[in-house]
């Protein structure tokens, strides 16, 4: 199937451990995304590359690295994990300008 | 800067009724409008956008939304509520970012609640 797809699905790990989530996209699309959706719902951007190029890093601690290993893949790797992380990740991706495809999320659970 | 403020954080209808979500929207330049739909423990799905053409925008499942430029609104529409709309709906405006790619702000979200 043509889709945005995460993995994993469910994280839950320890404070202060790293750990990876994996986004991938077989559209075709030049533009890639990071959302984060905290225990409220709100849905704030994180990161976004174009081509492998990033163009928009929003105020994150730079303990999360986003890596973008060619043009369908856009890791998020976090490091020295805190509470405060715990969260749904959503990956997305677009053409350049139009319509975002989102992913099905990352709920990741740090304890 | 821009900004989306959905003006009710649940909403709660009875099956078959009218739904109204509202939506208004700040933004320096000419905005793409999009709602969203996310239900319990799934992603976002699409449910219309607005890209300067037609003001009047139809999605997927009997929604539709208006944008009203005067009153910076985008509000969604439903003549008739069924059970399978109870979900969490999110206004997103979207500006261009360096020609590439786009920078979404999302509102806060409203809950619809459907009664049976």
């Known amino acids: 199937d043509t889709a945005v797809s995460q993995t994993p699905k469910y994280l839950v790990t320890q404070m202060g451990n790293d750990k990876s989530i994996k986004c991938e996209q077989n559209?075709?699309?030049?533009?890639m995304y990071w959302y984060k959706q905290d225990s409220k719902k709100f849905l704030k951007i994180m990161f976004s590359?174009?081509?492998?190029?990033?163009?928009i890093n929003e105020t994150v601690p730079n303990r999360f690295s986003p890596k973008s290993p060619d043009k369908a893949h856009l890791n998020l790797h976090i490091n020295s994990l805190e509470l405060g992380d715990s969260a749904v990740y959503f990956c997305?991706?677009?053409?350049?300008?139009?319509?975002?495809?989102f992913g099905p999320g990352t709920r990741l659970l740090v304890l | 800067a821009q900004s989306v403020t959905q003006l009710d954080s649940h909403v709660s209808v009875s099956e078959g009724t009218p739904v109204l979500l509202r939506c208004n929207y700040s933004?320096?330049?000419?905005?793409?409008l999009f709602w969203y739909v996310q239900h319990p423990n799934k992603g976002l799905q699409l449910l219309l956008k607005?890209?300067?053409?037609?003001?009047l925008v139809k999605g997927i499942n009997g929604f539709e939304a208006e944008f009203k430029k005067s009153e910076t609104s985008f509000h969604l529409t439903k003549p008739s509520a069924h059970m399978s709309d109870a979900a969490e709906y999110f206004c997103?405006?979207?500006?261009?970012?360096?020609?590439?790619?786009?920078?979404?702000?999302f509102g806060g979200g409203t809950r619809l609640m459907v009664k049976p």
């Open positions: 997305a991706s677009s053409p350049t300008g139009e319509q975002e495809y």
């Open positions: 559209l075709g699309h030049d533009t």
């Open positions: 590359y174009n081509n492998k190029e990033l163009i």
């Open positions: 933004s320096s330049y000419s905005p793409s």
């Open positions: 607005y890209t300067s053409a037609a003001t």
């Open positions: 997103v405006v979207s500006d261009r970012v360096r020609n590439a790619g786009n920078m979404l702000t």
